[in-house]
């Protein structure tokens, strides 16, 4: 038996009569109360991301996902509080946590934005990216810095989004594909480098900053510029 909404864990103590109402001394068994979670922030966040989760009965936890795969990392603060970051090779999904007396699902989703830039360095800088990962092929990058090229990146995103007034910036050996580009800020190919749209793709640039020097922006196939 375990009451889920009670104040703490029970020990139950199950003894054995017999006809001539002997009793055995008795066994032990601990029945901890299941987990819960009433809430968790941030609602959304990229790889590296730190999520606070508010619950109930958080003791001897075992595991944490978020968005279907378990945390890089988590520090149980409280038996109600959990903090926990965000892996690699997650997805939009569900929070749980997994303690002895059971596994705790959220009610509502964390939304699962991708990869962010962390401070101001070269792409292919794992220290670039918050998580300290450079993103792997497919991945919904974001540009938070001033994010430079400085030579080819092996692994195509499927989208780079630069933020309003950051930057991402080739050098002449750079070398970047992605199947599609929007520009908030600024993008720069004053020094070289190649921009590659993968076919199908499409670079938004809008009102935005466009600097293109001795760069070369392709299209490997059909595309679109806006």
Do not use: E, Q
């Not at 009670?6 to 032990?28: E, H, I, Q, W």
């Not at 989703?109 to 401070?119: L, R, V």
């Amino acid at each position: 038996y375990t009451d889920a909404g009670g104040p703490r864990n029970v020990t139950y103590v199950v003894v054995m009569r017999d006809k001539a109402f002997n009793y055995s001394s008795g066994t032990s068994f601990y029945v901890p109360n299941a987990p819960t979670i009433s809430s968790f922030a941030a609602a959304s966040g990229y790889v590296g991301t730190t999520i606070t989760i508010t619950g109930t009965n958080f003791t001897s936890v075992s595991g944490v996902n978020i968005g279907g795969i378990a945390a890089a990392s988590y520090t149980v603060v409280s038996a109600t509080s959990i903090t926990a970051t965000v892996a690699a090779g997650a997805s939009t999904g569900i929070v749980s946590v997994t303690t002895p007396g059971g596994t705790a699902t959220s009610a509502s989703t964390f939304t699962f934005n991708g990869y962010i830039s962390n401070a101001a360095t070269d792409w292919n800088t794992a220290s670039t990216w918050l998580g300290g990962a450079v993103p792997p092929a497919g991945a919904t990058v974001t540009i938070d810095h001033a994010v430079t090229v400085n030579s080819a990146v092996s692994a195509a995103p499927a989208s780079v989004t630069i933020n309003s007034t950051k930057s991402l910036t080739f050098g002449a050996s750079g070398t970047l594909t992605a199947t599609n580009v929007t520009n908030n800020g600024s993008l720069v190919m004053t020094a070289g480098g190649t921009l590659t749209i993968a076919s199908g793709g499409t670079l938004a640039n809008g009102t935005s900053t466009f600097t293109s020097g001795s760069g070369t922006v392709s299209f490997a196939g059909s595309g679109a510029i806006t």
